[in-house]
């Protein structure tokens, strides 16, 4: 049985505002592609499931029950995109865009003090913008856009700690929710052509919600994200977080039409994600 927000008419999400983009050559194409780079998680088995990290040109997701790390993953990223890297990755600035009120400018520090980076460098490195609805989180999106045109190529990351958190909110009823599904249709639209015009990386939260068709089959993880096909389709590469023993936290690349269903462990310390030690 089809999720009732997969139902609604996903128009949306097909059809990019595509006015100001042109053909390019697959020559200048593969050019373009040249300039990808990727975002360490902090753990390199995370990194290795992922390929190489966090991808730019790309949305990345994360979704997981609470205090599985996707925030923890959120403020260690705000630090590990700004350490030049393989690959002649340079580093930069970040946008972290907050709709729970849970970003914590003195996590950062600690973040920073594990990989030798100066606090107030690091702060003043990442914009900060607390969301109020979904129609306010689609209108920082303009800012973003304006910041990265300002200042092509020094912001690498953008993050949403959770993407579909106000949407929630704001649309509660059944009734609201194929309105619901076509606002957040635009709003990834809107991300997904800021992640590839700007080549920034793209990582947005999710949560998940009880599966009411799950009961009736064998599945194996009775609970799936929020935000139906829509987001499904529109997120580049998707990963569910799930706690194992202590702060042992397995990531899993959920639903990836290239890369094997792999899982990795990873720990959430004071310093951000990193490794488990064996
Ligand atoms: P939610 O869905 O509620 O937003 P979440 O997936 O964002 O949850 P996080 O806030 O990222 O969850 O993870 C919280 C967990 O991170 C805590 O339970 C703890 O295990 C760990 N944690 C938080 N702060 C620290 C710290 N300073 N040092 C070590 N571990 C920490
Ligand atoms: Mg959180």
């Not at 579909?164 to 639209?189: H, I, N, T, Y």
């Not at 990386?201 to 599945?219: C, H, L, R, Y």
């Amino acid at each position: 049985m089809k999720a009732a927000e997969d139902q609604v008419v996903e128009d949306e999400a097909g059809h990019q505002d595509d006015e100001t983009k042109g053909f390019l050559t697959a020559f200048e194409y593969s050019a373009k592609r040249k300039q990808l780079f990727c975002v360490t998680t902090g753990s390199i088995e995370f990194d290795k499931l992922l390929g190489e990290g966090m991808e730019s040109m790309a949305i990345t997701e994360s979704f997981g029950e609470f205090r599985t790390g996707k925030t923890q993953l959120s403020h260690t990223l705000c630090v590990t995109a700004q350490l030049p890297g393989e690959d002649s990755y340079t580093g930069g600035k970040v946008i972290f865009i907050d709709t729970e009120n849970t970003f914590r400018p003195d996590r950062l520090k600690n973040i920073a003090d594990r990989f030798n980076v100066d606090h107030d460098a690091v702060l003043d490195n990442v914009l900060y913008a607390r969301a109020y609805t979904s129609e306010h989180q689609m209108e920082l999106l303009d800012f973003v856009a304006a910041k990265f045109h300002e200042e092509g190529g020094i912001f690498k990351l953008l993050i949403i700690d959770s993407i579909m958190a106000l949407f929630r909110v704001d649309f509660s009823s059944r009734g609201e929710l194929a309105e619901r599904q076509q606002k957040l249709a635009q709003m990834l639209s809107r991300l997904q052509k800021i992640s590839e015009e700007y080549n920034v990386a793209v990582f947005v939260t999710n949560q998940i919600t009880a599966d009411p068709g799950a009961g009736m089959s064998f599945q194996a993880d009775p609970k799936k994200p929020i935000g139906g096909h829509i987001l499904a389709h529109a997120s580049t590469t998707r990963i569910s977080l799930r706690k194992g023993h202590g702060e042992l936290r397995i990531a899993k690349i959920f639903d990836s039409p290239d890369m094997p269903e792999n899982e990795a462990t990873f720990t959430i310390t004071p310093g951000g994600i990193a490794d488990a030690k064996e």
